[in-house]
């Protein structure tokens, strides 16, 4: 099966990146036939730095390979160099009515946080529809608040092959549990990086500073080092982190901390973080020496991507009847 998916190069990455995108990206390109992208034409949808988005770009690609992708099977590529994406986005908004794009709730809560909103942070489904679109995707890995901009996806492509014949592939979201990371400073909001850093431990962080984070995580009332998100919402939170790194279940977390104070929990949880990202900290150290290797990767995944988009776009073109030069 084909899996298509991308994320926006916004800063460094988190364990929430990771747990809830990467990790499972890496699983995935052991058996199906993966793209995976720099979603950096949607990072232009909200306020950027040219300078800063162009380092961040690279900075991305490095990552993604420091990470554990391998460019052996995947293809990886920066989505503004397939000119495709953009040309497929516009005919797809042509075709849907605007209200299916007011209706999306990420665009909703992304306009209050913004002065003026811009037409692209409202066309940003279109975009996402031609990302999967384009590559006749059969599954896209993304987190629950991107659950109705697929579901969307999926409309566009019904009603496209309805209109005007079989040309899409109606892809399927695919959910990582991983992506339900939550804030250390605030367990009921999602990890981010857009807040403030204390929320969140990046992929590549110093050793001092994820044990100090990780200490001043928030936690519960209570001693006890139980699983259950409504009632202890910070303490479930890092029992899920622990879980998911260490590769043990939830119970088996318990059990292990049974009759521990959830200072020991967190010294437990911050030493296995500082082993497992020490790994990623000096692979990427390594990748961001070979410049030439990172270059020619992205040259190969780019003609790969390049060519089934072509591909694509000329059938989308003949059943539209923007082909009349053939």
Same mark, same amino acid.
């Given at each position: 099966?084909?899996?298509?998916?991308?994320?926006?190069?916004?800063?460094?990455?988190?364990?929430?990146?990771?747990?809830?995108?990467?990790?499972?990206?890496?699983?995935?390109?052991?058996?199906?036939?993966?793209?995976?992208?720099?979603?950096?034409?949607?990072? @232009?949808? !909200?306020?950027?730095?040219?300078?800063?988005?162009?380092?961040?770009?690279?900075?991305?690609?490095?990552?993604?390979?420091?990470?554990?992708?391998? /460019?052996?099977?995947?293809?990886?590529?920066?989505?503004?160099?397939?000119?495709?994406?953009? *040309?497929?986005?516009?005919?797809?908004?042509?075709?849907?009515?605007?209200?299916?794009?007011?209706?999306?709730?990420?665009?909703?809560?992304?306009?209050?946080?913004?002065?003026?909103?811009?037409?692209?942070?409202?066309?940003?489904?279109?975009?996402?529809?031609?990302? @999967?679109?384009?590559?006749?995707?059969?599954?896209?890995?993304?987190?629950?608040?991107?659950?109705?901009?697929?579901?969307?996806?999926?409309?566009?492509?019904?009603?496209?092959?309805?209109?005007?014949?079989?040309?899409?592939?109606? /892809?399927?979201?695919?959910?990582?549990?991983?992506?339900?990371?939550?804030?250390?400073?605030?367990?009921?909001?999602?990890?981010?990086?857009?807040?403030?850093?204390? *929320?969140? @431990?990046?992929?590549?962080?110093?050793?001092?500073?994820?044990? *100090?984070?990780?200490?001043?995580?928030? !936690?519960?009332?209570?001693?006890?080092?139980?699983?259950?998100?409504?009632?202890? /919402?910070?303490?479930?939170?890092? #029992?899920?982190?622990?879980?998911?790194?260490?590769?043990?279940?939830?119970?088996?977390?318990?059990?292990?901390?049974?009759?521990?104070?959830?200072? *020991?929990?967190?010294?437990?949880?911050?030493?296995?973080?500082?082993?497992?990202?020490?790994?990623?900290?000096?692979?990427?150290?390594?990748?961001?020496?070979?410049?030439?290797?990172?270059?020619? @990767?992205?040259?190969?995944?780019?003609?790969?991507?390049?060519? #089934?988009?072509?591909?694509?776009?000329?059938?989308?073109?003949?059943?539209?009847?923007?082909?009349?030069?053939?």
């Amino acid at each position: 099966m084909r899996v298509v998916s991308g994320i926006r190069p916004s800063g460094d990455l988190h364990i929430g990146n990771y747990l809830g995108a990467i990790k499972q990206w890496i699983e995935l390109q052991e058996k199906h036939e993966c793209f995976f992208f720099v979603a950096d034409l949607h990072a @232009i949808t !909200t306020p950027f730095d040219p300078k800063i988005l162009k380092k961040e770009i690279q900075d991305t690609i490095i990552s993604y390979l420091a990470l554990g992708l391998n /460019p052996e099977k995947v293809t990886l590529f920066v989505q503004s160099q397939i000119s495709e994406h953009t *040309e497929l986005a516009w005919i797809l908004g042509c075709l849907t009515p605007l209200g299916e794009l007011k209706r999306m709730t990420q665009f909703k809560e992304k306009a209050k946080e913004q002065k003026e909103v811009k037409a692209g942070l409202l066309n940003y489904p279109l975009l996402m529809a031609a990302d @999967i679109l384009l590559y006749q995707a059969d599954l896209v890995p993304v987190g629950k608040d991107q659950v109705q901009h697929i579901e969307l996806t999926r409309d566009i492509a019904k009603m496209f092959n309805k209109k005007f014949g079989e040309t899409f592939v109606i /892809p399927r979201a695919l959910l990582s549990e991983g992506e339900k990371i939550m804030s250390l400073q605030n367990p009921k909001k999602k990890m981010s990086k857009s807040g403030d850093e204390r *929320e969140c @431990i990046f992929l590549f962080e110093e050793p001092e500073k994820i044990l *100090e984070k990780v200490k001043k995580a928030v !936690t519960d009332s209570g001693k006890e080092i139980k699983y259950d998100p409504k009632k202890k /919402p910070g303490i479930s939170n890092l #029992i899920k982190i622990y879980s998911l790194f260490s590769g043990k279940d939830k119970k088996e977390v318990e059990k292990e901390f049974k009759g521990k104070t959830y200072y *020991e929990f967190k010294l437990k949880l911050a030493k296995l973080l500082i082993e497992k990202l020490s790994h990623f900290r000096k692979k990427k150290e390594e990748f961001s020496k070979r410049e030439i290797f990172v270059k020619e @990767i992205l040259e190969k995944g780019t003609k790969k991507a390049k060519e #089934i988009a072509q591909k694509t776009m000329e059938e989308v073109k003949q059943k539209i009847g923007l082909n009349f030069l053939k």
